[in-house]
């Protein structure tokens, strides 16, 4: 098993030997000696050559310090605590302030990303809070207001205003490789006195990239306020680092060698609370992506496969005749989503999106949670041994949809059979349990009128009118267009039934009045 602790052991062993192996080499050829001996004025540094790549190396951290600091921020949450009664003050009655909550102050790291003041951390720190502190290293202090929370990437975004802001420089997240040296820095500030830990800076390396933990899902699962099914959503493709994450550092950046921030401090694996060796950062990539939301709209509109998903496996490998133990494996295609009308299938094996390898489920998952509604991709997948290309239309998550994204369908009445119909969405489709989004759902039926009299109302969904197939309102204008008095149109409808489901495709023969 991988151990940080020893694996830096071993560098500085390493650094260690090379140091005296110079020492040795300058001792036989006679640059150790005192300046007296050697008839010179000063003496130089005992081998340079062996110690210069570490305090290169220091210099970097050092400088990468100083320009990263002053734009990393703490981020003060007061929270609101039930007080619990002694017994002696059950028995000889509480104090008068006992009406009073105790007031805990908790939160965690940010990092300023504008100039303007948009200012990114966790989810988890801001969340739930009644009010929002920033305090700054130069020691400014701002009052903040929520712009926004992801709990499915557990990123949120908070706002400042002030001027003369430091700001982060961000990196990407793709260009992140296992084994560079990456620095922690958080400013968890409170701890019980003002100031007891303005920030602090920890060294590490990658130990690994994508991540699934399910620590998010998790959350999800077991919290009360979460929406529907909010946990199945859930993107955790972590950067895993050895770098010391502590509570308090939740929300600050991980930094590369070059300055950039290449992930936000997430989480860390721990059975006693505390670091372990384990620590792990989202993707840098990702956040910005989802920041781009809460900014734009508040919430995140979030792309949408449609799919339940698994990772390759080397007998899944063999099995579907893949050439790499890579993809992801479709288990479930959920109907009416953007999967299902794109003809993915239950045994698909993505593998490339838009000509990038997909490598794993969690790997497909984030590069689909970095397009927006309405893209339109390029799937490689695996299908019986052989490799097809699909095109697919993503939709907005039903998770993330609000009724303000966009304006609902307008019903357009049919006057001639006395009913008024809108497109099918996929919101309606999954409410009245259709397995598509093909045809027109009635909305209203004109009491006595000619739909009305042959047994057609709400809910119902017409899939065909005089063996035209009906996929959307153009469809139906288009035949009604040309309807006249005394026709009678056959329609194909799926209508409500009365226990709760529906009839299936049923035919209606509808005369059009004079």
């Not at 001792?27 to 050559?49: H, I, K, L, M, Y």
């Not at 009655?93 to 908790?106: E, F, K, N, T, Y």
């Not at 993915?344 to 390898?357: F, N, P």
């Amino acid at each position: 098993m991988y151990d940080p602790l020893k694996a830096k052991a071993k560098v500085a062993l390493s650094t260690t030997f090379s140091f005296l192996l110079g020492l040795a080499l300058a001792s036989q050829f006679g640059f150790t000696g005192s300046p007296e001996v050697r008839g010179v004025d000063a003496s130089p540094r005992v081998a340079d050559a062996a110690v210069q790549p570490a305090l290169d190396l220091s210099e970097a951290f050092v400088s990468l310090a100083d320009e990263m600091v002053p734009s990393v921020v703490r981020i003060e949450v007061p929270r609101r605590q039930e007080r619990r009664t002694s017994p002696l003050e059950q028995f000889f009655g509480a104090p008068q302030q006992r009406d009073l909550p105790d007031i805990s102050v908790g939160g965690g790291s940010g990092f300023v990303v504008s100039s303007d003041g948009y200012v990114l951390t966790n989810n988890h720190v801001v969340k739930d809070a009644e009010s929002i502190t920033v305090a700054l290293p130069d020691g400014r202090s701002f009052a903040a207001d929520l712009v926004g929370g992801d709990p499915t990437t557990d990123v949120a975004v908070v706002k400042i205003e002030g001027g003369d802001l430091p700001v982060a420089s961000l990196g990407l997240a793709a260009d992140v490789r296992v084994g560079e040296w990456v620095l922690a820095i958080g400013n968890p500030g409170f701890t019980g006195r003002q100031n007891a830990l303005d920030y602090s800076v920890t060294a590490g390396i990658v130990s690994a990239l994508g991540r699934p933990l399910g620590l998010i899902q998790s959350d999800l699962s077991r919290d009360p306020d979460a929406q529907g099914n909010l946990a199945l959503f859930a993107i955790e493709d972590f950067i895993q680092t050895d770098a010391v994450i502590n509570p308090g550092n939740s929300g600050g950046p991980m930094v590369n060698l070059r300055g950039q921030v290449i992930g936000i401090n997430s989480a860390i694996y721990t059975r006693t609370g505390y670091y372990q060796g384990y620590g792990f950062a989202i993707p840098i990539d990702l956040a910005h992506r989802v920041m781009e939301d809460l900014v734009a709209y508040g919430h995140v509109r979030r792309a949408w496969l449609g799919v339940q998903i698994a990772p390759i496996r080397p007998e899944d490998a063999e099995w579907y005749g893949l050439p790499e133990v890579a993809g992801a494996l479709v288990q479930r295609v959920t109907p009416a989503t953007p999967a299902a009308a794109a003809g993915l299938r239950q045994h698909d094996v993505i593998t490339a999106l838009d000509g990038e390898s997909v490598r794993s489920s969690n790997d497909l998952q984030r590069k689909i949670a970095l397009r927006a509604p309405g893209d339109r991709l390029a799937l490689e997948i695996y299908r019986d041994k052989r490799r097809m290309d699909v095109e697919v239309h993503l939709e907005q998550a039903p998770f993330s949809r609000r009724e303000d994204d966009a304006p609902a369908p307008r019903a357009r009445p049919v006057e001639k059979i006395g009913i008024e119909v809108t497109s099918v969405t996929t919101a309606i489709a999954r409410e009245l349990g259709l397995e598509s989004t093909d045809g027109v759902v009635v909305e209203d039926v004109q009491t006595g009128g000619p739909a009305f009299r042959r047994g057609l109302g709400r809910g119902c969904v017409i899939t065909d009118v005089n063996r035209r197939r009906i996929q959307d309102m153009d469809d139906l204008d288009a035949v009604f267009r040309d309807a006249k008095a005394d026709d009678v149109l056959s329609l194909i409808a799926s209508c409500p039934d009365a226990r709760g489901g529906r009839t299936g495709d049923l035919v209606y023969n509808v005369r059009v009045p004079r």
